[in-house]
């Protein structure tokens, strides 16, 4: 599965932004599908991801203010981000997690800038 992850850009604090991930392959069975960021000098961590039954799960850090949604019928998977802060400011990559038995697939969307000035 390749990922192509868009929407990412320059925002006052308070904004709003909508990231997308388009898959070139059905995501209607990927196990569970999500968004990473990875800010300057930071680990990457997780800020939500939704399983293929729709269960959702968010960072605390972002509960509330993020929305993770996925469009089977357009293979495509986003986060709608309210009230965005300065300490959102990140490379944003999308993450589509697979697995069968023993057998675990991870792949990963290029990345999005997005830049929250205050």
């Known amino acids: 599965v390749q990922l192509q992850a868009s929407g990412g850009g320059f925002v006052q604090a308070g904004g709003s932004l909508r990231l997308s991930c388009a898959a070139s392959?059905?995501?209607?069975?990927?196990?569970?599908m999500g968004w990473y960021r990875q800010a300057p000098g930071e680990q990457r961590e997780m800020v939500a991801t939704?399983?293929?039954?729709?269960?959702?799960d968010y960072a605390d850090s972002v509960m509330g203010r993020f929305t993770v949604s996925r469009d089977n019928a357009k293979n495509t998977m986003f986060l709608q981000m309210h009230s965005l802060k300065p300490e959102d400011k990140a490379v944003y990559y999308c993450?589509?997690?697979?697995?069968?038995?023993?057998?675990?697939?991870?792949?990963w969307g290029q990345g999005t800038q997005v830049t929250v000035s205050s």
């Open positions: 392959e059905r995501i209607v069975s990927i196990n569970i």
């Open positions: 939704i399983t293929a039954g729709g269960n959702t």
């Open positions: 993450n589509a997690h697979e697995w069968l038995g023993h057998y675990e697939w991870d792949y």
